[in-house]
């Protein structure tokens, strides 16, 4: 197999005639066909070629290739954003009685559809807490059919032992998927310690600037040709125009992600000093409680992290306020660097015993390290803590 930096280069689309270096975009809604007995055979599946942008297209099947091949998928799929990837992908495999389990810190809108929207379908779901991973098999009951979870969590940069979760699913045959957004598959790759899928916003780290909404989901052939019927008619398609902005995206993932990391680490490094905050986690930090196993399963710490500062939810807020240069935004994975409040914003709809059932603080601060030069960053968030 060819280094992730290769294959994030050189998987490319065929050349056309007119033998461009870079891919060009292919805008457009439909395929044509040579005869009535081609489009006869296209529609039946007998032969393997676009029919409709809503199916497919060669942009966004460029992306997904990149993508299964750096995360060690067979296969995949494309969506308009990270959250329909996570819908689509779990209601093309679920049934009305099903049941799933899941780690209780997930972003919010993964929350809201397994208590709130799943629920009209009788699908129900049990949540563990991240730190206590022994309480999952406690909660499989017969109709159990998917384990999910995220590594690291949103917003609270937790880890779970993936090797763990693959072993436990094995043995009770349950699907797991795993969304990985914030590890990207340059940090972490799921598929080696047993997930089934894996799931990436790449709104995110994936296009890294802050342009374009996208999703992706790879895993086996087998579960990947249901999540396509199933988006194939419920229409969830990935732009082309998006799908071709995310694909040069990747071409640059490992070089953005190494500055990204290293600047995480030195404001980690930094924060855990300072005298107004309460705790720091980062999952290369040595006093993270799961230091251990994101070494082992992650090849570095990612560009989020999360403190809690003294005073709750009203320092948060002042501390925010008064930032300069770091952007107040509910994103994440930009190259310019992004403070946001939890639990006013992205996790808000969470009622208050659901927050500290999920381990969010009302003070809790995400940050998404940019790329901006290490000390500019750290100015400004000196500046914001001390006034």
């Not at 998928?73 to 990837?85: L, P």
Request: glycine residues 6%.
């Amino acid at each position: 197999m060819e280094n992730f930096e290769t294959i994030a280069v050189r998987t490319q689309l065929e050349r056309t005639q007119f033998k461009e270096h870079s891919v060009p975009l292919y805008l457009t809604s439909s395929y044509l066909f040579d005869d009535a007995e081609e489009m006869r055979a296209s529609f039946a599946e007998e032969k393997e070629r676009n029919i409709y942008s809503r199916f497919s297209n060669p942009n966004t099947s460029e992306f997904v290739e990149k993508v299964a091949k750096m995360e060690g998928a067979e296969a995949g799929y494309a969506f308009a954003t990270g959250m329909s990837a996570v819908f689509s992908s779990l209601a093309a495999l679920l049934n009305s009685g099903d049941h799933v389990i899941s780690a209780r810190s997930v972003f919010g809108s993964t929350h809201s559809l397994f208590t709130k929207f799943f629920p009209k379908w009788n699908i129900t779901h049990s949540y563990f807490n991240v730190n206590h991973v022994n309480e999952i098999e406690a909660l499989i009951k017969p109709e159990t059919k998917i384990l999910f979870a995220e590594s690291p969590t949103n917003p609270g940069v937790d880890i779970l032992d993936l090797e763990l979760l693959g072993q436990i699913a094995r043995k009770h045959g349950l699907l797991l998927i795993i969304d990985n957004c914030f590890a990207t598959p340059y940090i972490q790759n799921p598929i080696k310690f047993g997930a089934d899928l894996v799931i990436h916003s790449a709104t995110k780290m994936i296009d890294g600037q802050g342009r374009v909404l996208g999703g992706v989901t790879v895993g086996t052939e087998e579960l990947i040709r249901e999540i396509y019927l199933f988006s194939r008619n419920t229409g969830p398609a990935l732009s082309p125009f998006n799908a071709w902005v995310l694909s040069k995206s990747l071409e640059t993932l490992p070089v953005r992600l190494e500055k990204h990391c290293e600047n995480a680490l030195k404001l980690a490094e930094f924060l855990e000093k300072e005298v107004s905050i309460e705790a720091v986690k980062y999952p290369f930090l040595r006093s993270h409680p799961q230091y251990e196993v994101a070494k082992k399963q992650m090849r570095l710490g990612g560009n989020i992290v999360a403190f809690q500062l003294k005073g709750g939810i009203e320092s948060g807020r002042r501390f925010i306020d008064n930032l300069k240069l770091c952007s107040r935004s509910a994103n994440l994975g930009d190259t310019r660097t992004i403070v946001t409040h939890p639990a006013s914003t992205t996790h808000s709809k969470l009622s208050d015993e659901e927050l500290e059932a999920a381990g969010i603080s009302k003070g809790l601060v995400r940050v998404s390290a940019g790329l901006e030069h290490i000390d500019d960053i750290i100015k400004d968030m000196k500046n914001a803590l001390n006034n």
